[in-house]
């Protein structure tokens, strides 16, 4: 667990070590604290300190949203996470929480909604620019609005009908239907309204948004102020860079001014964090949030998940940890050098590694399929801990490991585990 010494009203600093940064970044996302586990109440604080709580899609181990829960909390029930973000709501018994952009695709609290009246005009002035996707297909727009106003929440395949599919992309399988709900979304015309299984349900915004919400309107300058103020005090510490990313806000200057409001209301506090350089060799300004905690130790052994906030943004990630991250799901297996999503494994105030990690429910086992140190090798027992509480969270009965990555023998011998093939396993490093 962290032991925090200070805060920031406490103690004014001007200067934090490179240690120091990584512990109050870590503090200030809950990272150290005791896992003791938690239901509803417990989920819903947690994303209240994170502010969002990014989806993704992928579920080789568990679905991204689950995760940064397990690294805060320990072995919650996923099942209270569904009912905190996926219960569909009404205008006289509103969800609590509602899908946005509020980073990439998240939940957010909707009582939020009337921060992101910004973003939404922002869809909407692009698409009615020469060109667009949205401009080119209005009609296809427009009668997927008439469909949702007359039958209320549905799936993209419910409709997919009553318009023309378009061609099949590289990546994506997305036809007129699909991307017309996403722009009404994006646009704040329609909101996720539930899922079924993991497939969104679309429904018209005041069907869903209590219509004082939908009716408030926040001055971008506004918005733009309060929401550095959030990631600042998630954070903990930060540069211009990430405060304009937390919320890929893309408008650095609008943070830059909305930095000095902060600054000058003694809510930032400028400080020289040793190490942040850029590549011309000068220093980076960053803030220290005022309430932010300055631990004296951080004490965990945590997987991140690759869209956890302490990583999210890769340029923080490589400034704050020296660790330089990317998934590797696109790349061809032979060419990986990691595997397909592995995963940052903190030890106390570092990034210690990196485990791509599969669950095999059928055979009910938690593969370790690939196991990398950073740095000097170390902490086994504490890693095999964790691994354990993983599967067990995952309801899954035994571990097994393959045989690549440096820290995979060691991961074996401390789990004493069976041994599992990779193809990668003995061939050189791309």
């Known amino acids: 667990m962290s032991e925090a010494v200070s805060s920031v009203d406490r103690m004014v600093r001007t200067t934090l070590s490179a240690a120091e940064a ?166 704040g015309e329609v909101v996720v309204a539930g899922r079924r299984g993991f497939e969104r349900l679309y429904a018209p915004a005041e069907h869903v948004v209590a219509p004082e919400l939908l009716a408030a309107e926040v001055p971008r300058h506004d918005a733009i102020r309060e929401l550095v103020r959030r990631a600042a005090r998630a954070y903990g510490v930060s540069t211009v860079a990430d405060l304009n990313d937390y919320y890929r806000l893309r408008a650095q200057v609008d943070v830059r001014a909305a930095v000095r409001d902060l600054v000058d209301a003694g809510e930032l506090i400028p400080v020289e964090v040793d190490g942040w350089r850029d590549a011309a060799g000068r220093q980076i300004p960053a803030f220290l949030h005022r309430g932010a905690r300055v631990p004296r130790r951080v004490e965990t052994a945590a997987l991140l998940s690759p869209f956890d906030p302490v990583v999210w943004f890769r340029d923080r990630t490589l400034r704050l940890f020296d660790f330089h991250y990317r998934i590797e799901i696109y790349v061809p297996q032979p060419k990986r050098a990691y595997g397909y999503y592995s995963l940052p494994l903190v030890v106390d105030d570092r990034i210690a590694g990196r485990i791509d990690l599969k669950a095999d429910r059928g055979a009910s086992t938690l593969l370790v399929q690939s196991a990398w140190w950073e740095g000097p090798a170390g902490a086994a027992d504490r890693v095999a801990a964790e691994l354990r509480r993983a599967a067990a969270w995952q309801g899954l009965d035994r571990i097994t490991v393959s045989r690549w990555g440096d820290a995979s023998d060691h991961l074996a011998a401390a789990l004493a585990a069976e041994r599992h093939e990779h193809p990668n396993a003995g061939l050189p490093r791309p």
């Open 22 to 187: 990584r512990r109050v970044a870590l503090a200030a996302q809950g990272i150290g604290r005791e896992r003791a586990g938690g239901g509803t109440r417990a989920i819903r604080g947690e994303i209240a300190r994170m502010g969002v709580l990014q989806i993704d899609s992928v579920n080789v181990f568990a679905r991204s949203h689950y995760m940064p829960l397990f690294s805060r909390l320990g072995a919650y029930d996923p099942a209270d996470l569904d009912r905190v973000v996926l219960r569909s709501g009404t205008p006289s018994r509103p969800a609590r929480f509602v899908e946005y952009l509020p980073h990439e695709a998240a939940f957010m609290p909707v009582d939020d909604w009337p921060l992101w009246g910004f973003r939404r005009a922002d869809v909407v002035e692009r698409s009615g620019r020469w060109g667009s996707w949205a401009a080119e297909n209005a009609s296809a727009v427009d009668r997927v609005r008439a469909e949702l106003a007359d039958r209320g929440a549905l799936r993209a395949g419910d409709i997919e009908s009553v318009v023309r599919r378009a061609d099949r992309g590289p990546w994506w399988d997305w036809d007129h239907a699909k991307r017309a709900l996403e722009y009404l979304w994006s646009a």
